[in-house]
């Protein structure tokens, strides 16, 4: 009888996780409409929550929800009041505490079986794939987890680039110290802003997004939103090219190429770069595949003002005279496990065939890197974004796509 009646508690557990996973929509294979890539690319559900009226006014609505959200924005009226030139005052007052982060985990997981809430989810946060981690899970835990994620990565912000804490790179510093004075004034003018605008910001979460972002930006770290919209700047020749490819013609779907920033101040693409491109060029003219992605963000030397990926596509173009229509370009990704996952998001976003291979290239000894199977796991995700293949030559790897890869990026702000 107990057995029995085990199983078939079991059952319906069972049924209602497949009917979570067969109610949600599949990840768009179309780039993702943005109004604020930095804060949509780091806080996708958050913005979704902001601009779907029913939701918004779901959320403002809950008394758990509003009650923490007015002590966040008490405590930063506060913090104009008292702080003075007190950074670390001002982070303070932002800043989530792990209850507050369990507390609001709990009330907004609580939210999920509303129809608006269930719409939201099953629908463009579904389709933007960045929560892809949690397809599996049931839709209040699913909500609660990116939730977590999302008050996890504010803080990461403001420790950051308020209070000078290690990022998850070395490069994570932002441009001005953070006890001179003009970015002291920058966070009191930040301060002063959100405690003026208090009444508009009527969500929960509004106030220590908004302090996270406004710092990120005073420190010049804009990096996630430059070029964006790609597919509509940059990369338009391409994307309108890829529904013309007949596929079964190439053996790949495209040729990544590994960036290199120069190390010398002034230069715009550094010589290894250059010499990159080259393995790529002859694969692409033997007809391996129909395009060439350039891959490489603002990184070496410390805030340059050339990406290495726009700095490729210019080479390709004028000295090599491969053309634009054959050209991607991925300017954000600032090390190799990133270069490797937003190449797989951009075949998966530009409507290639997701399932057949492509190539990587860049020196042997960078190659090599990425041909280990340590080195998969060397993102934020916790599971791979591509599987390496054979080894062409040593200049070129052979990689499969994962869907993993369209996940954001849980420790990384200016590519996430």
């Not at 939730?147 to 510093?173: C, R, Y």
């Amino acid at each position: 009888m107990h057995t029995s009646r085990t199983r078939r508690i079991t059952l319906v557990s069972l049924f209602l996780v497949l009917s979570v996973c067969l109610a949600a929509e599949q990840p768009a294979r179309t780039p993702l409409a943005m109004k604020n890539p930095v804060q949509d690319k780091n806080f996708y559900l958050l913005s979704a929550i902001e601009w779907t009226p029913a939701v918004h006014a779901l959320v403002k609505a809950d008394p758990a929800l509003s009650q923490i959200g007015a002590a966040k924005r008490a405590a930063i009226s506060e913090a104009v009041k008292s702080c003075g030139s007190d950074v670390p005052c001002y982070a303070k007052a932002a800043l989530w505490t792990d209850e507050e982060i369990a507390k609001l985990s709990a009330a907004l997981g609580a939210l999920a079986s509303n129809p608006p809430m269930r719409q939201l989810l099953d629908g463009p946060v579904a389709r933007s794939g960045m929560y892809v981690r949690y397809k599996d899970r049931l839709p209040a835990e699913m909500l609660g987890k990116a939730w977590e994620d999302a008050a996890h990565k504010m803080n990461l912000g403001i420790n950051v680039f308020a209070l000078g804490q290690p990022g998850a790179h070395s490069f994570d510093t932002g441009s001005y110290d953070i006890k001179s004075d003009a970015f002291i004034r920058n966070v009191q003018f930040i301060a002063l802003i959100l405690d003026n605008d208090s009444k508009s910001l009527d969500l929960f979460f509004q106030p220590t997004m908004r302090f996270s972002l406004e710092v990120l930006r005073s420190q010049l770290r804009d990096e996630a939103g430059r070029h964006e919209p790609l597919e509509k700047g940059e990369n338009k020749a391409a994307v309108a090219r890829v529904p013309t490819i007949q596929w079964a013609k190439y053996l790949y779907t495209l040729i990544v190429v590994l960036g290199q920033g120069p190390d010398k101040d002034g230069v715009a693409l550094a010589p290894g770069g250059r010499l990159r491109l080259i393995p790529a060029v002859e694969a692409y003219h033997e007809g391996k595949a129909p395009f060439i992605l350039v891959s490489g963000g603002y990184v070496h030397p410390a805030f340059t003002h050339y990406s290495e990926a726009i700095e490729m596509k210019r080479a390709l173009m004028d000295e090599f005279g491969v053309p634009e229509s054959a050209i991607i370009v991925d300017p954000h990704a600032r090390v190799t496990a990133t270069n490797m996952r937003n190449a797989v998001r951009q075949i998966y976003r530009y409507g290639m065939p997701f399932e057949k291979k492509a190539l990587v290239t860049s020196s042997k000894s960078h190659i090599d890197s990425v041909e280990k199977a340590q080195f998969q796991s060397r993102d934020n995700l916790g599971f791979p974004s591509y599987l390496p293949g054979a080894r062409l030559s040593p200049f070129l790897l052979e990689f499969t796509p994962q869907i993993g890869a369209l996940n954001t990026d849980l420790a990384d702000l200016m590519d996430p």
